[in-house]
């Protein structure tokens, strides 16, 4: 069965930092395109970044140029390098692939930006 796990989030001050970490399993990671995607309170959940099995990556507009995603195949794990944090990047923060064909969603990490 797939099984994605999320971790890394937490509470952060404006301007600060985190990393996240994605582990999954039951999917052929390495020839798979995966992406972060966020869901903020009463709100959609809406793609944030995506890389493809080459590495080719995409982003928001919104995140462009703070957040860096990135993959290890070897260790079948997604990573999202958050930086120059803004309170509307609160949000639940979840992995999957691009698109979320298996219909199965793990349960996110909390990340919020707040003083």
């Known amino acids: 069965q797939v099984q994605l796990v999320e971790s890394g989030g937490g509470l952060v001050q404006p301007g600060g930092s985190l990393r996240l970490s994605c582990a999954a399993s039951g999917i052929s990671f390495s020839s798979d395109t995966m992406a972060w995607y966020r869901q903020a309170p009463g709100d959609t959940r809406e793609l944030v970044a995506g890389v493809s099995p080459l590495r080719d990556k995409s982003y928001a507009d919104s995140v462009r140029g703070r957040f860096t995603i990135s993959r290890d195949d070897a260790k079948s794990t997604l990573y999202l390098q958050m930086n120059a944090l803004r309170p509307d990047d609160t949000a639940v923060y979840y992995c999957?692939?691009?698109?979320?064909?298996?219909?199965?969603w793990g349960q996110g990490t909390q990340v919020t930006v707040s003083s």
């Open positions: 999957n692939n691009l698109p979320p064909w298996t219909g199965s």
